[in-house]
Structure formats: C-alpha cells, structure tokens
C-alpha cells in the first residue's frame, strides 16, 4: 500500500495497462480479463487485476497529464513490482496519412517538458518505447487487419494548446499524434529498467478537426486493448 495505491502486495500483476481515465480501467477490465477484482479505489483512480489467457494483469488509470502518470508509474514499478507498463489511451492525429480511428504505436515521445527533466540538467533525454513491447504490438496489430502508424508522437503538458507554431514544427518533423502522459511513462520506466509501450487511438485530428463521437468511442478503443494485451503476452 503505498500513499495514492491502496493495492496490498501481490494485488498488481507484473504486466499493468494505464489508461488515462480510471472509468475507462473499469470498462477495459470487465470487458477483456477474467475475474477482474477492484485493487484500488484511492481517490476514484480505479484499479483491477484479472487475468489474461492466464496472464495476471492489471489495468489501472494514471489520470491525466505527465505529473499524475509519473505518481502512479512511479509507485507500481518501485512499490509493486510491475515490470511492463503499457499506456492505452487517445490521441489527436496530427499527420494527413493518419485517419480517426486508427492506432498509433509510439515508437518515441518528443516533449517540452516532463516531471523527470529536472534530473538530466543540460541532457536532452530522448524517451523511447521497449523495442520487445513495439515489435509485439505491431505484430499483434498486423495479425488483426489492423494497419497501425509506428513512429513518433508528442507528449504535451497542456490540453488547450495556445502555439500553434509548435504543432507546425511537431507536424512538419513527422510526429503522428499528440496525448500527454507517454514521455514520462518512458522516462520512469527507463529509470527503473521496466518495459513500456504507448498504444493510441486516434480520437480527433487537429488538421481537419475531426472528432470520434463519444458513443463510438468504446467499441473503437478495444482494437487498442487488445493489441495491448497481445503484445504483452505474444503466442
């Protein structure tokens, strides 16, 4: 148990999926892992552990924003084990090949800023996915039909963004979507020598302005899901 988990030992599998809203957590345990069972509740950041195919997973929210993933990363490598961590959560496209729906798998997270740059000083740390994780997910996505994007994404520390030139720049460079929570998710996992992985679907288009209606949301994010899962345990 640790200050915002409230999971005892042995309650968080070494495999954790964090998707950014707790309710979302719920959602993605009852509907993929087996006797999925509530870990923690901690101020409404839910957490469940089932199992997959057999597999102990855990599926926990890491709420929104690199400072309040960095808290929940933090505390499952260091204080319960956890040794991958993949990210499931939406993205806005920022590339005209990539289209709503479609899933982006971050091979890297360009960022202005994350919780973990005060330890680099003058080191511009490049935060990148567990190559294993990457080439799992892309396989598992291929295996579906699924034609994911795999390159760089922008972790941002703002929801309504007022630089307009900085999305020309991300764009121009070939960042295929903006969230905000990957570059420190692969940061704190470098740190510890854990694995993570950030699989996104693309929820809305900052070029065209296209956005996934609520309703439809759902039944597109399980594509991630599964592909989440898969990836973390292949064969």
């Given at each position: 148990m640790t200050t915002h988990i409230g999971a005892n030992k042995g309650d968080i599998a070494e495999t954790v999926l964090m998707p950014g809203d707790p309710l979302r957590a719920k959602w993605a345990a009852e509907t993929f892992l087996e006797a999925p069972r509530l870990v923690n509740e901690v101020r409404g950041m839910l957490g469940y552990t089932g199992t997959y195919k057999g597999n102990p997973v855990t599926i926990h929210g890491s709420g929104m924003g690199m400072p309040s993933l960095s808290i929940y990363a933090n505390e499952l490598i260091r204080?319960?084990?956890?040794?991958?961590?993949?990210?499931?959560?939406?993205?806005?496209?920022?590339?005209?090949?990539?289209?709503?729906?479609?899933?982006?798998?971050?091979?890297?997270?360009?960022?202005?800023?994350?919780?973990?740059?005060g330890l680099f000083k003058e080191v511009n740390f490049a935060p990148t996915a567990d190559y294993s994780l990457l080439r799992a997910a892309v396989a598992a996505a291929e295996a579906m039909g699924a034609?994911?994007?795999?390159?760089?994404?922008?972790?941002?520390?703002?929801?309504?963004?007022e630089r307009p030139d900085l999305t020309e720049q991300m764009t121009r460079h070939g960042i295929l979507g903006v969230e905000m929570e990957a570059a420190e998710l692969y940061t704190v996992a470098a740190r510890f020598g854990a694995r993570a992985l950030a699989v996104l679907t693309v929820s809305d288009h900052l070029q065209t302005g296209e956005a996934l209606p609520s309703k439809d949301r759902e039944q597109s994010f399980g594509e991630m899901v599964e592909i989440a899962l898969k990836a973390a345990f292949p064969g």
């Open positions: 204080d319960f084990g956890a040794k991958s961590l993949i990210r499931i959560g939406s993205c806005g496209g920022m590339q005209p090949h990539v289209k709503i729906r479609d899933v982006i798998i971050a091979m890297s997270a360009t960022s202005l800023n994350t919780p973990s740059m034609k994911p994007h795999v390159g760089g994404i922008y972790s941002s520390d703002v929801f309504y963004d």
